[in-house]
């Protein structure tokens, strides 16, 4: 079955340090790549997207991601972590006008 | 300013009595969609819709209606709400540019069934 796996459900680091949490789909062909962050509270807002062209992409808030087509994988990075970057994160695929969300990474980071 | 709004924001009902969660947007999206997000399963697509009075599945429509009798709006109903649709629920938008346009997401909508 077509899929999204977050492969780290909770992650906690302290402030200050590196960031990577994994995203890998399962389809083959033509995919357009999302990571979203949901603050506690709040609603999902687009961190960064990938449709083609360089395969790393830089969001805001100093996250970025690397797409590498030959592992299916869409990996998010942050070179240094703040206590504000206390958030769930979701990964999603966007293929054939459905958009399949991973099942999401807590990420919590001690001050 | 650019948003969806979803109405109401929280809900508590009791098991078969229809409800309707209102989703509206203000940026002339041609693609709407409603997402049911539940603790350990992420976001889960409900229904989608990429114009007027164009609907189709996602990966979770059982027990639940939508429609798209006008482009700003796409309402999410549930006939007859059941405990397992307690959840929160998202409503989202983007244009329709071959998935390379951000999705927007309403506030989300808190539903209690008992």
């Known amino acids: 079955a077509q899929s999204v796996s977050q492969h780290n459900h909770h992650v906690i680091l302290s402030e200050a340090a590196s960031l990577e949490l994994g995203c890998n789909y399962s389809y083959g062909g033509t995919v357009n790549l999302f990571w979203y962050v949901q603050y506690p509270g709040q609603h999902l807002q687009l961190l960064l997207k990938y449709f083609s062209g360089d395969p790393l992409v830089k969001g805001i808030k100093g996250f970025e991601a690397e797409f590498i087509k030959s592992k299916f994988s869409f990996n998010l990075r942050k070179p240094s972590v703040q206590w504000s970057d206390t958030a769930e994160y979701f990964c999603?695929?966007?293929?054939?006008?459905?958009?399949?969300f991973g099942k999401g990474t807590r990420l919590h980071i001690l001050p | 300013e650019a948003q969806v709004t979803q109405n109401p924001r929280y809900l508590i009902t009791v098991t078969g009595k229809k409800l309707t969660v209102t989703c509206s947007q203000n940026?002339?999206?041609?693609?709407m969609s409603w997402y049911r997000q539940d603790p350990g399963l992420g976001l889960r697509q409900i229904y989608y819709?990429?114009?007027?009075?164009?609907?189709d599945k996602g990966d979770v429509p059982e027990g639940y209606k939508v429609s798209r009798k006008e482009k700003r709006n796409f309402p999410l109903i549930l006939e007859s709400p059941s405990p397992n649709q307690t959840s929160l629920y998202f409503c989202?938008?983007?244009?329709?540019?071959?998935?390379?346009?951000?999705?927007?997401f309403g506030p989300g909508t808190r539903l209690l069934v008992l």
């Open positions: 940026m002339n999206h041609e693609y």
């Open positions: 999603a695929v966007n293929r054939d006008d459905k958009i399949i």
């Open positions: 819709s990429m114009n007027v009075e164009v609907t």
């Open positions: 989202a938008s983007r244009n329709l540019l071959g998935g390379s346009s951000t999705q927007y």
